[in-house]
């Protein structure tokens, strides 16, 4: 089954910690993006990639990091330097930045 | 940088009425997308408008891509408890560059009223 998995779906980690959240995808796409979703609000970008082992900051980058070793994952971490980061986290995959763009599950983090 | 508005943030309907969305972006597009999300899902992707004033067609559902290339409308026609969600454009500006990346807007939630 092709697609693009997020995981976990929900997550809880305690304030001033580190947490890495997984996005898999199997559709041989080029691209690759995470967004962040609040409550009521739109999607805002956080990092993208375009190729392997390259990526580019998105509008909301600050306290978060990616990497992009492998052409199929592109793991998001929200680090201790992110002030508010509960939200709703939506991986993305695309052909190129032309075309549709396939969406995770998602992942809903609260940090307590 | 660019800006893509969308309005309303909210619509109340009827089960049966009409419902419309519009987007409007700040630069000139290459092209726009729009995307549904049902209620705790993910965005799907519905279409993509490329030609100016270009109208397409989903059943129920029509889009339209202004003739500046600047704004856009989805438009449902006699709306069903299925059409619940929250229905987002994504826009691409056109770039000389090729680094420009799709915007999204902010939204329009969509509640039916049986």
């Known amino acids: 089954d092709g697609g693009i998995t997020q995981s976990p779906k929900y997550l809880f980690r305690k304030e001033g910690q580190n947490v890495t959240l997984s996005c898999e995808q199997n559709?041989?796409?080029?691209?690759m993006y995470w967004y962040r979703q609040d409550p009521g609000q739109g999607l805002r970008l956080i990092y993208y990639s375009q190729i392997v082992n390259d990526f580019q900051k998105g509008d909301i980058a600050e306290g978060y990091s990616v990497s992009r070793e492998k052409k199929e994952s592109f793991p998001l971490t929200v680090t201790s330097a992110q002030k508010n980061p509960t939200a709703f986290y939506l991986c993305?995959?695309?052909?190129?930045?032309?075309?549709?763009?396939?969406f995770g599950q998602g992942t809903r983090l609260t940090v307590v | 940088g660019q800006q893509v508005m969308q309005i309303p943030q909210y619509q109340h309907v009827q089960e049966g009425e009409d419902f419309t969305t519009y987007c409007n972006s700040s630069?000139?597009?290459?092209?726009i997308q729009w995307y549904k999300q049902r209620p705790g899902g993910h965005p799907v992707f519905l279409i993509q408008?490329?030609?100016?004033?270009e109208v397409k067609k989903q059943k129920r559902l029509t889009f339209q891509f202004g003739e500046a290339k600047k704004n856009s409308s989805l438009h449902i026609t006699a709306t069903q408890t299925t059409d619940v969600g929250t229905y987002f454009c994504?826009?691409?500006?056109?770039?000389?560059?090729?680094?420009?990346?799709?915007?999204f807007g902010t939204g329009t939630r969509l509640t039916i009223i049986p």
């Open positions: 559709l041989n796409h080029d691209a």
């Open positions: 630069t000139t597009l290459s092209n």
């Open positions: 993305a995959s695309s052909e190129s930045e032309n075309t549709e763009a396939f």
């Open positions: 994504a826009a691409l500006p056109i770039s000389n560059f090729g680094n420009e990346k799709l915007t």
């Open positions: 408008l490329v030609k100016s004033g």
